[in-house]
């Protein structure tokens, strides 16, 4: 140190708190105070001048702690007054400037920066005129409380949506401070549902306690935002997302989806049924179908097709209460979860598939003079309401009639059994009132063979050959036949006509084949006589003497 009154002085500093006692100086000049002479020493300190300057501040002006500048510390002045030229050298100083008057300005852009570049900076100021002089200068950063930051980011990230509470979503969400203050991480959106919790100290994201993530949920992907904060406060905050996926897990069992009843044809294995399953964890093409109950069934595992093994029978129930009515259980799988059964009941309906069958006898005898035979009956299975019957063949089948909805057969006219009208004319007709001395059977042998069948308006019954067996009657009762007289129309529906007639008869009379006399009639002068009111069947004519004596004239078939 020098000064004007004394170049060559000591002192005996004795340090206080780290600092001399009365010593201070603005970096260019040191005053000492001589605390035992109660003296002030004002020295300069040929040493390097030192400034400070904020970082982060762009175009900032270097200052001393007392606020003097550069241009004021570092101006130069020349005895020529020539003009001068300042530059700065030394590592860095590419990140100030200079101007003509000597005051240095940061140059870099966005400001210096203490942590990441320089905290000091030990350059020169060449002071030229054409001779150059040359002064060193410290420069020092000055800290600034600067915000952290995510090393990277946005994050992704993905977690099963069966993960148990605290379970780690991906790896910690890494920031860093420059200052390398402690950081605090919080979620501040996108966890409304609180699904997720962060480790404040480390980062780490986990499922929170009471989560409920569901994939196939109103929401499978969640953007959370994440703000790590220093000491100082939100004020230094700094921001990133996350965005997670729940991804999908096999949890749900397949959802059935079929009708609880089906109606069946007997006769075909189908049910018109398919049993189908959705699965909302996606597995729909890998279900699998199954069933339980009724043996008779048989399910496609992959299409859910039900059918019967074997074709159902209608008549013959093979259900467990032989009702028609088959019950089985479905189930769907996805090969890890499998659905609640489902009760199906698929009732069996009848189809006209059987002809009906006749029941009544193929043989009767029937007296000549009447018309009816038997009354042909027959059964369906199918349990037809209707059946229709009908005359279908026979040697004599022109000889009767049947009844379509009675199944009542009966001779077109009554038979004669001395006349056979039956094919072999042996009064045996297949079918007419006959008449035993007038056979008109095929073979005139009064057996008269008929076929009948019975159909339910699908199915026709087999043929039934009926033979019917004319028995004679005595047509007369005893009585005399009139000679020369002639009865007509016969068959006659409302009268009929005698003529041939002697005038020694005084009236007529009807009998039943049974005797009993059903009219009489005076001798008519036109030889008319009224049938009105008489029902169908065989009558006898007599004619009536004045002597009471009595002769037949004949028989008689009444028609309506």
């Known amino acids: 140190a020098t000064s004007a009154r004394d170049a060559d002085k000591e002192f005996d500093l004795a340090a206080a708190n780290g600092f001399p006692r009365g010593l201070w100086s603005d970096g260019t000049t040191m005053w000492v105070a001589d605390l035992g002479n109660d003296q002030l020493y004002a020295y300069v300190i040929e040493t390097t001048p030192w400034f400070h300057v904020s970082e982060n501040v762009p175009n900032a002006e270097l200052e001393t702690r007392e606020g003097q500048t550069t241009d004021t510390l570092l101006g130069a002045s020349d005895p020529d007054e020539d003009d001068l030229t300042y530059e700065l050298t030394g590592t860095g100083s590419e990140d100030f400037a200079i101007d003509d008057m000597g005051k240095i300005t940061v140059a870099r852009a966005g400001g210096l920066d203490r942590e990441g570049r320089m905290a000091a900076y030990y350059l020169e100021v060449n002071v030229s005129d054409g001779t150059t002089t040359t002064r060193n200068l410290t420069i020092f950063v000055t800290d600034v409380n600067e915000s952290p ?18 379970y780690n979503v991906g790896s910690v969400i890494p920031a860093t401070d420059p200052e390398n203050d402690k950081l605090t991480y919080i979620l501040t959106a996108g966890n409304e549902d609180g699904n997720f919790a962060i480790d404040e100290d480390s980062g780490q994201i986990t499922v929170a306690s009471g989560a409920s993530l ?45 009708s609880g009843t089906a109606r069946a044809e007997e006769n075909s294995t189908g049910t018109g049924l398919t049993v189908t399953a959705t699965d909302v964890d996606g597995t729909d093409e890998s279900i699998t179908y199954t069933f339980t109950g009724d043996a008779v069934f048989s399910i496609d595992p992959s299409t859910g097709i039900l059918t019967f093994t074997t074709a159902p029978d209608y008549e013959n129930p093979g259900d467990a209460g032989t009702d028609n009515t088959y019950e089985v259980q479905v189930t769907a799988s996805d090969g890890t979860n499998t659905s609640d059964p489902q009760a199906i009941t698929v009732t069996v309906t009848d189809v006209n598939d059987n002809a009906p069958v006749i029941t009544s006898a193929s043989t009767a005898s029937v007296q000549e003079n009447s018309t009816i035979v038997l009354t042909v009956a027959a059964t369906d299975d199918d349990g ?44 045996t007709y297949e079918e007419v009132a006959p008449d035993f001395e007038a056979p008109g059977d095929a073979n005139t042998d009064n057996v008269y063979e008929v076929q009948v069948t019975a159909s339910d308006g699908t199915n026709t019954s087999n043929p039934q050959t009926i033979t019917v067996t004319v028995t004679d009657v005595n047509d007369v ?64 004519v007599f004619m009536e003497g004045e002597d009471g004596k009595r002769k037949s004239a004949g028989r008689i078939v009444i028609r309506k």
Not at 407 to 421: I, R
Request: no cysteine.
């Open 149 to 166: 930051a995510f090393v990277s980011g946005p994050f992704t990230r993905t977690i099963a949506e069966d993960a148990s509470v605290g």
């Open 214 to 258: 569901d994939y196939e949920g109103s929401t499978s992907s969640y953007t959370l935002t994440v703000t790590a904060t220093d000491a100082t406060g939100s004020n230094t905050a700094a921001t990133t997302t996350v965005t997670v996926t729940v991804t999908d897990v096999n949890d749900t069992a397949p959802a059935l989806i079929v």
């Open 384 to 427: 037809t309401a209707s059946i229709m019957y009908a005359v279908s063949g026979g040697a004599d089948m022109s000889s009767f009639s049947i009844g379509a909805s009675s199944g009542s057969l009966t001779f077109q006219s009554a038979p004669d059994y001395e006349n056979p009208g039956d094919a072999g004319t042996d009064n």
């Open 477 to 540: 009762l005893g009585v005399p036949s009139a000679e020369g007289v002639e009865l007509y129309p016969n068959p006659a529906t409302d009268h009929f006509s005698l003529s041939g007639t002697s005038n020694d008869w005084v009236g007529v009379s009807l009998m039943n084949t049974s005797g009993q006399a059903v009219r009489s009639y005076p001798v008519a002068k036109d030889g008319l006589y009224d049938l009105s009111g008489l029902r169908e069947g065989i009558f006898f």
